[in-house]
């Protein structure tokens, strides 16, 4: 037996009807009139034009066609919610670099030592502890690009290593950009290419000024393995009153009922504590000096003494002044003016060492030493 229509559809089918009575010249019968005596048919050849308010608004039913399920929402553009409760097609690389576009540093960071903490005494007398980081041979290895690494960035070298300590795969490396292989390597995103640098300066403390603010990242120290009172700050069981044996334990880690008689994720437990990456942010500069090679920083920063840490501009606060940031690029154009030509130079060198290496003929090259040439080809004076 067919299910009988509500009493809602027959009042919405009737005002339907009678609309279409006072367009139409021809007089009919109306459908409720005869649905008390007989049983309503339909006609499945046009049944828009019968009953268009029962028909759905839209062509097709689905997310893509601009529908769903979800309830409105009060702030529709919240979340960037373009319609309501369709979401914007945001999970490409390109809208991933956009939003992240704001907390991006426009300038590349340093590598830097940290020696120690001391102090600085204020105009008024305080005492402002510090910590003291070095500049050591910070060079600029190389440049990612968005076009052939998906995302901008500066890789920065620092210190040096001896060559027989570098596999051979780091030494070709190191030898097609002409710079000595280096302690250290990381790298710092920028916002765009406006940040990349030549491949081979080298960036000294005058790279920040007094009064900037930077992000200090670095690996804390490691403490190995730490009970809940040290490593969370638990505050421990009672000294007494039938304790036993148990003043510095946990206690008890997850419920037999209320949590499906298991350990939920995240539990804070007993474990190796430190080794960490920490960033420390906002923290002002005190000093440069570049015939020391050191920055100073007000506050701690993680690691121990002689760990290498990142500086870069604080990403929750305002970036260097662009007159600031011109005149250090123009201060690295001055300082370094052949860097192109002495990559190219490098990347030629390499080359044609390469093909050495392939002959056979490196042994003789390094028993005889390089002389360079005018045409620069290495190959041809070993082979002769």
């Not at 005869?34 to 097709?60: G, M, N, V, Y």
């Amino acid at each position: 037996m067919a299910p009988r229509l509500p009493a809602r559809c027959w009042r919405q089918l009737s005002l339907v009807e009678r609309s279409a009575t006072h367009t139409t010249t021809t007089t009919t019968a109306s459908p409720l009139l005869l649905a008390s005596r007989t049983t309503p048919t339909f006609s499945a050849s046009s049944p828009s034009t019968l009953f268009p308010s029962l028909l759905p608004q839209i062509t097709k039913r689905g997310v893509k066609y601009g529908w769903s399920t979800l309830p409105k929402r009060s702030r529709p553009t919240r979340f960037n919610q373009v319609t309501q409760g369709l979401p914007a097609p945001t999970s490409g690389p390109a809208a991933a670099l956009k939003r992240r576009e704001k907390t991006t540093p426009l300038r590349t960071g340093v590598l830097a030592v940290k020696k120690g903490m001391t102090v600085f005494m204020g105009r008024t007398g305080a005492r402002i502890p510090c910590t003291v980081l070095q500049l050591d041979r910070v060079q600029v290895v190389a440049n990612k690009t968005r076009a052939k690494n998906g995302y901008w960035a500066v890789q920065v070298g620092l210190g040096e290593r001896r060559a027989e300590n570098v596999g051979a795969p780091q030494l070709g490396y190191y030898e097609a950009k002409g710079i000595p292989p280096k302690q250290t390597l990381a790298e710092f995103k920028v916002r765009n290419q406006d940040g990349l640098l030549p491949v081979g300066v080298q960036l000294f403390p005058d790279w920040f000024h007094v009064g900037q603010v930077v992000d200090v990242r670095g690996i804390t120290r490691g403490m190995g393995f730490a009970g809940g009172m040290k490593r969370h700050g638990f505050a421990g069981q009672e000294a007494s009153h039938g304790n036993s044996l148990n003043h510095r334990t946990i206690g008890s880690v997850g419920g037999s009922q209320g949590s499906g008689s298991r350990v939920l994720p995240g539990k804070k437990m007993p474990g190796r504590m430190g080794a960490q990456q920490h960033t420390v942010q906002n923290l002002p500069i005190l000093m440069v000096d570049n015939e020391l090679g050191i920055v100073v920083v007000k506050g701690a920063v993680a690691g121990h003494k002689g760990a290498v840490v990142k500086v870069q501009d604080a990403v929750k606060k305002a970036p260097p002044p662009e007159e600031f940031v011109e005149a250090t690029k123009q201060l690295l154009n001055e300082r370094f003016p052949d860097a192109e030509e002495k990559l190219q130079a490098a990347r030629k060198l390499h080359l044609e060492l390469k093909e050495a290496r392939r002959q056979g003929l490196i042994d003789s090259l390094i028993k005889n030493g390089l002389t360079e040439k005018a045409d620069g080809n290495v190959a041809a004076e070993a082979s002769a």
